[in-house]
C-alpha cells in the first residue's frame, strides 16, 4: 500500500510539472541551438514554448513563455507558464544590452521605456528619451514603478540574479521576461540568445541569418589565432580597493582568452565566476605576463601609465607595465558591455591583433587600443 501511495505522489508531481521542474513537452519542432545553455524554444500548433533554464540550477526551469500570435485565438489547452501575445508591439529593456539586442533586430520603435538611459549610446533611444516618447524609468535594479505601469508595455526584459526578486515590477500584470544570457559561459552561447528574443517579435529569420553570419567570422578567426606560433601570457584588469578580481578558468573571459589564443595563467582552474585575489596572488602568477588587458570608466580622462601608477606604485614591477604592453578600453567611451554580447567575433578579432598582430596587419581594434604614455 505504502509503494503505491508513493507511486500515485510521484504521478501527480509528474503530471503537475513540479515547481521550476523541466517538464517534457510533445513538440512539432525546436530551434536548433548550438552553443547556448540557457535557453529552448519548442515550436506547437498555435503557440511557442520559451523555457529558461535556471542557471544556478539546471535541472529546474526558471521561467516558461507561452508565446501566441496575437492574430489567431488563445488554444483551448496551453501548457503551464506566462502567456505572452506576439508579435511584442511594447517593451521595456532594462539593460543597455537587451536594448542592443532590440536594435539588431529593428525593433527599436517598440521600445517605450528604458533603464539607466545614460548608458545607452543608441541615438535613437537617446532622441527618444529627451522627447518623452520613450520614457526614463530609473535604475535598472529598482525601476519606477508608476512610470513603467504608464508606459503600458507588453513586457519588461530583465537579469535575473540568484535569490534576488524584481521588487514592485512583481506586482504589476507585465510579463517579466528573464533574460540570463551573462551566464553563459561560451562567447557564441550568450549571442545566441538573440534566437530567444526574436521570438517575441516574430524575428526568426533575421536572428538566425545574424547569428549565423557572426558565428562564421568568429570561427574563422579562432581558427586563424590557434595557427599561430606562440601563445602569449594574458594578465586581465587590475585591483580595486584590496582585491584584484580575475576571470575564473572555466569562465566567459577565460573561454575568449582560449579561443584568441592566449596563455591565460588561471586556465586551469574550475572557477566559472572571478577570483578575488591580492595584488601578490597576481604578481605570482602574473608578474611576467606578455599583455595586460584593462577595462575602465572615465568620462573625463583616458587612462595613463602615470595615472596607473599612481594608483598603485607596485604595477610598476609587473612586465607588461615595463614594456609599455597594457591594452586599454575605456567604457564610458566605447559601448563595451552594451554590445560586446552582441558581438564576441569583434571583440575577439580585437585579442587576436593585440595577441597576434602578424596575423592580422590591417585591423585598427574597435574596443581595446594600446595605452598611451
Known amino acids: 500500500m505504502r509503494i503505491f501511495y508513493c507511486f500515485l505522489l510521484m504521478f501527480f508531481a509528474v503530471a503537475c510539472g513540479g515547481t521550476g521542474q523541466q517538464s517534457q513537452l510533445n513538440a512539432l519542432g525546436k530551434e536548433e541551438v548550438r552553443y547556448a545553455k540557457g535557453f529552448t524554444l519548442s515550436y506547437f500548433d498555435g503557440y511557442t514554448v520559451a523555457d529558461v533554464v535556471n542557471p544556478w540550477d539546471t535541472t529546474k526551469l526558471l521561467h516558461r513563455y507561452i508565446l501566441v500570435d496575437k492574430a489567431g485565438d488563445l488554444p483551448d489547452s496551453l501548457p503551464q507558464g506566462t502567456v505572452v501575445r506576439v508579435p511584442v508591439e511594447r517593451v521595456v529593456p532594462a539593460t543597455s544590452v537587451h536594448s542592443s539586442l532590440l536594435k539588431a533586430l529593428g525593433c527599436v520603435d517598440n521600445i517605450v521605456g528604458v533603464c539607466d538611459p545614460q548608458y545607452i549610446s543608441i541615438p535613437e533611444i537617446q532622441e527618444g528619451v529627451k522627447s518623452g516618447v520613450i520614457v526614463d524609468i530609473g535604475k535598472s535594479y529598482m525601476p519606477n514603478v508608476e512610470k513603467l505601469v504608464l508606459c503600458q508595455p507588453e513586457i519588461i526584459i530583465m537579469s535575473p540574479f540568484e535569490n534576488q526578486g524584481y521588487g514592485g515590477v512583481e506586482k504589476t500584470d507585465i510579463p517579466i521576461v528573464e533574460c540570463a544570457s551573462y551566464m ?145 578600453c575605456n567604457t564610458a567611451k566605447v559601448p563595451y558591455y552594451e554590445t560586446a554580447q552582441l558581438q564576441p567575433d569583434v571583440v575577439l578579432k580585437d585579442l587576436v591583433k593585440i595577441l597576434h598582430p602578424e596575423l592580422l596587419p590591417d585591423y585598427t581594434p574597435y574596443y581595446y587600443h594600446l595605452m598611451t604614455e
Not at 534566437?195 to 516574430?202: E, L, N, S, T, W
Not at 586551469?268 to 604578481?283: C, M
Open 184 to 328: 553563459e559561459l561560451q562567447p557564441l552561447g550568450q549571442a545566441e540568445w538573440i534566437k530567444f528574443h526574436a521570438a517575441f517579435y516574430g524575428k526568426r529569420d533575421l536572428a538566425d541569418s545574424l547569428f549565423n553570419e557572426m558565428e562564421q567570422r568568429y570561427i574563422a578567426v579562432k581558427a586563424m589565432a590557434h595557427e599561430a606560433e606562440s601563445r602569449p601570457v594574458l594578465l586581465p584588469e587590475k585591483q580595486f580597493g584590496q582585491v584584484w578580481y580575475v576571470p575564473g578558468g572555466e569562465s566567459y573571459a577565460a573561454n575568449l582568452y582560449k579561443d584568441a589564443g592566449a596563455f591565460y595563467p588561471w586556465e586551469a582552474d574550475s572557477s566559472r565566476g572571478s577570483l578575488a585575489l591580492s595584488f601578490e596572488g597576481v604578481y605570482d602568477v602574473a608578474s611576467d605576463a606578455d599583455i595586460w588587458l584593462i577595462r575602465y570608466n572615465d568620462a573625463e580622462h583616458d587612462m595613463t601609465y602615470e595615472s596607473l601608477k599612481n594608483e598603485n606604485p607596485l604595477y610598476e614591477l609587473l612586465k607588461p607595465f615595463k614594456g609599455k604592453k597594457v591594452y586599454v
